[in-house]
């Protein structure tokens, strides 16, 4: 009996501490996506910029829409579910735990970093019907760097979306504010065989539009979901836009003006990632440095002694992706050149 208390007593105390750690994770609600929402007017029409700021900012982690994971879920927000059917309490801008709660305790991206002592800045295309990457990249950040008052911004290049993030480093001017720039899930070589685009050429013709249709299960967007997490938890609710997949580039030399700059970048990949495999990722950078250019790479797997093979949405959903990818992010970003 006396066991028994103590080791209950013992127990209390191991959850009062967990639960006093996880608290310092912030949940937003769902509003404040729109409230944090500001559209800046560039050379291609308008850009929406949403601020997560923090006080004493150690620098700015500019980050664009990934397109192909919903933004929202880069950061928890309380809500109740949109779908009184829905079981597992996903709704379409929130990711909840297993007692229907926001896992604060879950570090996902932008409040991990907000945690670290960054701020963190999320573009995302006004009409995600209608836009082009290399346009963004090449016309439109450029004014949205401009809106950034921090003299240092770290760029983030996130699943899809990040083709945008490599046009700009490609580019002839980039902002001396720029001092490192990441890439997680981001494909930047499509022209290999069996790659996504010679997948999507394969079903649809040149002059269709790709939707990702979430209500089908043989959608071609949906067949890419290979994750065990994802599908235990059944998140495709929360996992594609019904929109439009954007022109992806084809050609890794459209990239490669990014080892021409004063640079370093960080280039993280899933082992079992069908969207964004390691051959789709490092072509760019094949065909000879800067002095100045400083490149290095992650394979998220077993042999690079984490947990698991990463597929594409663990490296956004994974509970083990705070402490296997996101740290080192962060403290790769805060490793000084």
Known sequence: ??????????????????????????????????????SVTTKIGSLILRSFEVEDSKGAVLLFDPIFVKKENLHPSLNLPMIPSDKTYLSNYTIYD????????????????????????????????????????????????????DDKIILGGISLGGQAIAYYLASPNVSPKIQKAFFLGTGLDYKYSGSLLNQIEKIYKKEE?????????????????TSLAIEKSHPRRAITYPNIIPILEKDPT??????????????????????????????PFFNGWGKEFVLKYLEAST????????????????????????????????KKK
């Open 209 to 225: 539009n790709i939707k990702c249709k979430i209500t089908e299960k043989d959608n071609f967007c949906n067949r890419l979901v």
């Open 98 to 149: 297993e007692i229907n709660y926001p896992d604060k305790c879950r570090g996902v991206l932008i409040p991990y970093l907000n945690k670290r002592g960054y701020s963190v800045y999320l573009v995302s295309p006004e009409n995600l019907d209608n836009f082009s990457l290399k346009k963004i990249g090449q016309e439109g950040l450029k004014d949205i760097i401009a809106e950034i008052k």
């Open 254 to 283: 459209q990239f490669s003006g990014i080892t021409n700059q004063n640079l370093e970048v960080l280039v993280i990949y899933g082992k079992l990632d069908p969207v964004s495999p390691e051959e789709s990722m490092l072509a």
């Open 1 to 38: 009996m006396i066991y028994f208390k103590i080791k209950r007593r013992f127990f209390l105390l191991l959850l009062v501490i967990y639960l006093v750690n996880c608290s310092s994770y912030q949940v937003i609600k769902e509003e404040d996506w729109e409230n944090k929402r500001k």
């Open 303 to 334: 042999s690079s002694n984490f947990g698991h093979d990463y597929d594409h949405f663990d490296l956004f959903y994974h509970k083990s992706a705070e402490s296997e990818i996101y740290s080192v992010i962060a403290n790769w970003i805060g």
